[in-house]
């Protein structure tokens, strides 16, 4: 990679990495940034990720989106690069280290993303200009010495002495290291049930839950332009909106999330007979469609709610009752668009009056969609939130609440149900000595750019601890 631009003050250390090693579970933005900066401070990463690195894994995606065949291990959700990957590759953060910020933005500029990062509000990568950036990246990692374990899965923690030494994996064999860095992503379940076996302190964490909306772009150009839009080139527009809505004892969030101008709704799931969307868009944005998460907070209560009538425990007593819930909404998601991954949508004036569509709008997700009910798929409370919220978007974003618009089932990989705790400063697990939980799957980060940033922030903590007594 070259230097491009005028303001770069980021510059790979060129020396091999040959000291202790350290174990990273996942090759997503967490894990591959904590390997850069792990190998700046010249430790040994090994980096294990259940996937396939970016080329073979986009036959994985187009078997899923062309075909309707999963493949569970490399898919929208695992492989190289992590879910951001192959969805938009937006670097938008509320992170408050605007120092680390631009840290992280120019070491992207270095291996490849466009000058414009640097400077755009709402910086961009895009789904097609990722995945050469990512194997620009992993390229130097593998020339300073980092080691790459793809479609390897871990089945176990090794301890020795009460401290986390190593990973059992799958094949029977182990690998042992200095410190274990689980940076797996929000989707690996069988990680958070590895961790909950192994007794690692961990907790229910409020999350989000609902489906993409998709409007035509040239509805949202009108809506954020108006006659500029024909004035000048100012590409695809994009939104946000948000609400609360206040029923007497509870508050409860609904959100646009991850939105995508000019874009593409895609599957995302990561589990047979269980259907999940997501969002993409290309560099140009050139799509004539719109589309971005719209979700409600799923609360504790609200989980504790669901888990009573569904003869699971509640949060207090069961950490992963929000993964039970998430799964639950995403089989009957799978059921109710016939299989296939076909996806049940309806148009938004339909669901807020709780009447299935006769028909639909044309949709960007290739895997086609089928009119439904979405009270079929959603709790009530969720269901009910999404009709309150609804018509108010119209008073932020002119023409929002259109029968032009569509909900497709379901968006619920938005960010993890579950936090694995650590400590605040050194980063390591509070219950195991040896374990950096990181990034969005740990609970600790949400998004490309914060989960990047917190997985050199955890490498920065294991450089400083590995060095201590054990």
Not at 84 to 95: I, M
Not at 249 to 269: E, H, K, L, Q, W
Request: net charge neutral; with cysteine; charged share 20%.
């Amino acid at each position: 990679a070259k230097a491009k631009g005028p303001f770069r003050s980021w510059q790979p250390n060129m020396a091999e990495a040959t000291g202790d090693p350290v174990i990273i579970v996942g090759a997503g933005p967490a894990g591959t940034f904590a390997a850069l900066h792990l190998v700046q401070n010249g430790l040994s990463p090994i980096i294990i990720d259940r996937g396939e690195p970016v080329q073979p894994r986009r036959k994985a995606l187009a078997d899923l989106s062309a075909r309707g065949r999963l493949h569970t291990n490399s898919n929208y959700c695992f492989g190289e690069g992590g879910a951001g990957t192959f969805s938009d590759g937006k670097l938008y953060t509320r992170v408050k280290d605007k120092k680390g910020v631009r840290h992280l933005l120019e070491i992207l500029e270095y291996f490849g993303a466009p000058h414009r990062i640097l400077y755009d509000a709402r910086p961009h990568i895009g789904s097609n200009k990722l995945p050469p950036l990512l194997t620009r990246l992993r390229e130097h990692l593998e020339s300073r010495g980092v080691r790459y374990q793809w479609q390897t899965q871990i089945t176990g923690l090794r301890q020795q002495q009460g401290r986390v030494c190593g990973v059992e994996l799958a094949d029977g064999s182990n690998i042992d290291a200095k410190a274990v860095i689980l940076a797996t992503g929000h989707s690996a379940r069988d990680v958070y049930n590895i961790c909950h076996h192994a007794g690692v302190a961990m907790r229910y964490k409020s999350f989000a839950l609902g489906g993409r909306i998709e409007h035509p772009q040239a509805l949202i150009d009108e809506a954020q332009y108006g006659d500029w839009k024909d004035r000048i080139d100012v590409g695809a527009a994009a939104y946000a909106v948000r609400c609360q809505l206040d029923d007497g004892d509870n508050r409860t969030g609904v959100y646009s999330f991850c939105m995508c101008p000019g874009g593409y709704i895609v599957p995302a799931s990561t589990d047979p007979e269980r259907l999940v969307v997501n969002g993409m868009s290309l560099s140009k944005r050139g799509s004539p469609y719109a589309n971005s998460g719209l979700v409600v907070t799923i609360d504790e209560k609200m989980v504790a709610q669901w888990a009573k009538q569904n003869g699971y425990k509640d949060p207090t007593d069961d950490p992963l009752v929000g993964i039970a819930f998430q799964d639950a909404i995403e089989e009957s998601a799978y059921q109710l668009g016939g299989g296939g991954y076909i996806a049940p949508a309806q148009r938004i004036t339909d669901l807020v009056n709780n009447r299935r569509s006769t028909d639909l709008p044309d949709c960007s997700y290739k895997r086609g969609i089928i009119s439904a009910n979405l009270s079929q798929v959603f709790p009530e409370s969720v269901y009910r939130a999404l009709q309150s919220a609804l018509p108010r978007f119209e008073q932020q974003v002119a023409g929002y609440y259109t029968q032009e618009a569509i909900l497709v089932a379901t968006e619920s990989r938005s960010s993890s149900p579950v936090q694995i705790e650590r400590d605040r400063q050194r980063c390591e697990s509070i219950s195991h000595p040896g374990l950096f939980p990181c990034g969005e799957g740990a609970g600790q980060a949400g998004g490309i750019a914060s989960a990047a940033l917190d997985g050199m922030r955890v490498a920065q903590a294991v450089n400083s601890r590995i060095g201590d007594p054990v």
